[in-house]
């Protein structure tokens, strides 16, 4: 099983729906990230969070919100989609120490109609 | 300051060549620089990464340099195979949990 399990995979929705991606993980690391990936322009920083009760905004937060439900989920909503959040959305786990690898999950497609 | 300029965006090598992908960067807080290695359907893993304490470092066929001086580090795959074909991102982290990525180079190996 993957270390870092992000749901669904693939998601096509209409413009104004609200959507919840999820994200659960199986290293034991406290610290999760959400990005945002798009051709051309790498990865880009949504949120981040250290532990449960400690959440931030990254470089791109606006639109989206999220929620660390415990250490392990962590979970990124569009509360009112629209379609230049079409893109492919990365869930990332690294552990406390120090400055340490970050760990990606599979992705999630998401496209907005 | 806080970019990571990467390139070239794509890359086109012979089976058995060298594949060379640079990024330069501006912020001197940056002291982590992790490489990334993505194929189609999958999440980013980590490949390798150097400290600026050292000038190069070698994992198998695949060899960061870096130049402190000139705020440049590059990814070396030697002998490189078709199955090396995917995205290669370099990124900077200034010492904390916060990582900027270059924008990408998708690397093509001909066999």
């Known amino acids: 099983d993957a270390d870092v399990t992000q749901t669904p995979r693939n998601r096509i929705t209409k413009t104004g729906k609200r959507i919840m991606l999820e994200c659960s993980q199986t290293?034991?690391?406290?610290?999760m990230y959400w990005y945002r990936q798009d051709p051309g322009l790498g990865l880009r920083l949504i949120y981040y969070s250290f532990d449960v009760k400690d959440i931030n905004k990254g470089e791109i937060s606006d639109g989206y919100s999220v929620s660390r439900q415990a250490q392990a989920k962590f979970s990124l909503s569009l509360e009112s989609a629209i379609p230049n959040q079409t893109a492919l959305y990365f869930c990332?786990?690294?552990?406390?120490?120090?400055?340490?690898?970050?760990?990606f999950g599979d992705g999630t497609r998401l496209s907005i109609l | 300051q806080q970019q990571v300029k990467q390139s070239p965006q794509s890359l086109i090598v012979q089976k058995g060549g060298i594949s060379i992908i640079n990024c330069a960067y501006e912020n001197t807080a940056f002291d982590y620089f992790p490489w990334y290695q993505q194929f189609p359907g999958k999440g980013p893993a980590l490949l390798i990464a150097?400290?600026?304490?050292?000038s190069e470092k070698k994992e198998g066929r695949f060899t960061i340099s870096f130049n402190k001086s000139a705020k440049q580090f590059s990814l070396h795959i030697m002998d490189s195979q078709p199955g090396d074909s995917a995205t290669y991102f370099c990124a900077a982290s200034p010492g904390t949990y916060k990582y900027i990525f270059g924008t990408g180079t998708r690397l093509k190996v001909l066999a």
């Open positions: 990332a786990t690294s552990d406390r120490v120090g400055n340490q690898p970050q760990h």
């Open positions: 290293k034991g690391h406290d610290r």
């Open positions: 150097i400290r600026p304490d050292v």
